[in-house]
């Protein structure tokens, strides 16, 4: 990841990966549906994560607080999503520049720079954060009137791609819950709770009884 001192002092020379991400692949295809096809995984995953706490919170379970902002907010997650659909139509999306990066191979460079900024952002942002971000990735290279124009977009997928890692935690761990349920219910099955347990002694008392 991108080192994060661009946002405390701007003016100082910009960290070698900067300078990686700013090369443009010019031989590889640009797949204008490949932001598209990213925006769709994001919202399935978030769209059954949702579903599935929803269903817990009617069966009355207890929500943990990532779980109750996801329920409070998935309606605006979707709201952006169709922004997104509108804004960064596939043949908008093939005439972006696309990053050399290994990691980010056919993708645009501006969406590698959106997912650098929200890795490194340790979930704070604000105008200014953002002007110095993108000020200061300039002075390696400037980016097109195009990826300018779709820096609010792709700034909302990046979004959406950490907060699908984010579902995809609260539903692996509700994955767990529920297996540690069901075992904990076998075991329950096969150990009546209204069975006394009489202690390993009380067994030698009643045959000793029964020999006397």
Same mark, same amino acid.
């Given at each position: 990841?991108?080192?994060?001192?661009?946002?405390?002092? =701007?003016?100082?020379?910009?960290?070698?990966?900067?300078?990686?991400?700013?090369?443009?692949?010019?031989?590889?295809?640009?797949?204008?549906?490949?932001?598209?096809?990213?925006?769709? @995984?994001?919202?399935?995953?978030?769209?059954?994560?949702?579903?599935?706490?929803?269903?817990?919170?009617?069966?009355?379970?207890?929500?943990?607080?990532?779980?109750?902002?996801?329920?409070?907010?998935?309606?605006?997650?979707?709201?952006?999503?169709?922004?997104?659909?509108?804004?960064?139509? =596939?043949?908008?999306?093939?005439?972006?520049?696309?990053?050399?990066?290994? @990691?980010?191979?056919?993708?645009?460079?501006?969406?590698?720079?959106?997912?650098?900024?929200?890795?490194?952002?340790?979930?704070?942002?604000?105008?200014?954060?953002?002007?110095?971000?993108?000020?200061?990735?300039?002075?390696?290279?400037?980016?097109?009137?195009?990826?300018?124009?779709?820096?609010?977009?792709?700034?909302?997928?990046?979004?959406?791609?950490?907060?699908?890692?984010?579902?995809?935690?609260?539903?692996?761990?509700?994955?767990?819950?529920? @297996?540690?349920?069901?075992?904990?219910?076998?075991?329950?099955?096969?150990?009546?709770?209204?069975?006394?347990?009489?202690?390993?002694?009380?067994?030698?008392?009643?045959?000793?009884?029964?020999?006397?």
């Amino acid at each position: 990841m991108v080192s994060s001192s661009w946002a405390s002092s =701007p003016s100082r020379s910009t960290p070698a990966p900067w300078q990686f991400i700013s090369k443009v692949d010019r031989r590889s295809p640009r797949r204008g549906s490949r932001l598209l096809d990213r925006l769709r @995984e994001h919202m399935h995953g978030l769209r059954r994560a949702y579903v599935a706490l929803t269903d817990d919170v009617r069966r009355g379970e207890r929500s943990s607080p990532a779980a109750e902002w996801l329920l409070d907010n998935f309606h605006t997650l979707a709201a952006s999503a169709r922004d997104i659909r509108h804004d960064l139509p =596939p043949a908008y999306s093939r005439r972006l520049p696309t990053a050399r990066a290994v @990691e980010f191979a056919g993708l645009p460079r501006v969406y590698a720079l959106a997912l650098e900024l929200i890795g490194n952002s340790a979930r704070r942002l604000d105008a200014q954060r953002l002007h110095r971000f993108i000020a200061a990735f300039q002075t390696v290279t400037p980016l097109t009137i195009g990826e300018l124009w779709a820096w609010p977009s792709v700034l909302k997928l990046a979004l959406l791609d950490h907060l699908r890692v984010r579902a995809d935690v609260l539903a692996a761990g509700r994955a767990h819950r529920m @297996e540690a349920d069901r075992l904990a219910g076998g075991t329950e099955a096969e150990n009546p709770t209204d069975r006394k347990f009489k202690g390993p002694f009380a067994a030698g008392g009643e045959v000793g009884r029964g020999r006397g």
